[in-house]
Nanobody, 118 residues
């Protein structure tokens, strides 16, 4: 069983920064890709940032230049550095681990709340 545990969410003023962490119970190199998603009330869950096994990254247009996704394989951890936060970044942020090599399944964390005040 794969578990993902997020942390680092909270309340921050607009223009501030937060760093989210996602610790996996399995080697993150065992997944095809890792990602951060978010879901605001009334909205669908959307991809914020993705990190492929080969190290390539992709970002939602709304966060390009402000957010950075990274990983530490030694600690089985994926990070999301969020800078210049805006009120519209307010959402529950979820860590995802896609296509585990053992069973091909996707796994999700429980989510962490990020609230940006204006």
């Amino acid at each position: 069983q794969v578990q993902l545990v997020e942390s680092g969410g909270g309340l921050v003023q607009a223009g501030g920064s937060l760093r989210l962490s996602c610790v996996a119970s399995k080697r993150i190199s065992a997944f095809n890709d890792m990602g951060w998603y978010r879901q605001a009330p009334g909205n669908q869950r959307e991809l914020v940032a993705g990190l492929n096994r080969d190290g390539s990254t992709n970002y939602a247009d709304s966060v390009k230049g402000r957010f950075i996704i990274s990983r530490d394989n030694a600690w089985n951890t994926v990070y999301l550095q969020m800078n210049s936060l805006k009120p519209e970044d307010t959402a529950v942020y979820y860590c995802a681990a896609k296509r585990y090599y053992v069973d091909g399944q996707d796994y999700w964390g429980q989510g962490t709340q990020v609230t940006v005040s204006s």
